[in-house]
């Protein structure tokens, strides 16, 4: 069964770098997001994207967040000035295209990247 | 009053046990209602999932939605101790989901 991956698993930084997270979407699916979970709470949406533009965002999401679709297989999501709160697990999920039955919105999750900010 | 509250936990049944996991919600233009699982520092893996009231089966496990009551709630039969985990409940209108906190379930062998 095709998954989505992300990349790296984990991440450590000092408070005011910029990061990338990447992920690489199931490969027929045309819409992307990526979610955090700070530990112990609830997933949080923070942003979709479909053609080649945000469709949807949270109020999480302000100006330190972007995300991007460089190429044809990948997601990025940058925060550009981390913050201690910014340490999370985020993840990224896709759906949509697939066939097989499936529905835009049955959404498959990647394995995440653990956010470590110092 | 928060959009989606899940029933907190944690639980633990003996393994055989029949399983009800429940979440309330409260966004009458939620459209669609999803359950995942989450093992421990893992991304959500989708169970189960329906747009409709009533009931969808799949396997051991049965979701079902009332939405005149605004109530979802996932029915895992036969528990066996690999299906300990954290349950997720979800549901969304457009492209955004909204989670319940989640419950760990533990089945003891």
């Known amino acids: 069964e095709p998954e989505v991956t992300q990349t790296p698993s984990h991440q450590v930084t000092q408070m005011g770098q910029e990061v990338i997270l990447r992920c690489v979407p199931i490969?027929?699916?045309?819409?992307f997001y990526w979610y955090r979970q700070i530990l112990g709470q609830k997933v949080e949406f923070l942003v979709s994207f479909y053609n080649n533009e945000i469709s949807e965002k949270s109020e999480i999401f302000d100006d330190q967040f972007s995300v991007e679709r460089p190429d044809g297989s990948n997601f990025t999501l940058k925060i550009r000035s981390t913050k201690l709160e910014d340490s999370a697990m985020y993840f990224c999920?896709?759906?949509?295209?697939?066939?097989?039955?499936?529905?835009?919105?049955?959404?498959?999750f990647g394995p995440g990247t653990r956010l470590t900010v110092l | 009053q928060k959009e989606v509250e899940q029933d907190p936990g944690p639980l633990s049944v003996p393994e055989g046990a029949i399983v009800s996991l429940n979440c309330t919600y409260s966004n009458s233009a939620f459209q669609y209602f999803m359950w995942y699982r989450q093992y421990s520092r893992k991304g959500p893996e989708l169970l189960m999932y329906?747009?409709?009231?009533g009931n969808k089966e799949d396997g051991r496990f049965t979701a079902q939605v009332d939405k005149s009551s605004k109530y979802i709630s996932l029915f895992i039969r036969d528990s066996q101790p690999s299906d300990s985990a954290t349950y997720l409940c979800?549901?969304?209108?457009?492209?955004?989901?909204?989670f319940g906190k989640g419950i760990t379930l533990s089945v003891r062998p």
């Open positions: 979800a549901t969304g209108a457009n492209s955004k989901l909204t």
């Open positions: 490969s027929n699916h045309l819409y």
């Open positions: 999920a896709s759906s949509g295209g697939g066939g097989g039955g499936r529905l835009v919105s049955e959404q498959f």
């Open positions: 329906t747009y409709s009231s």
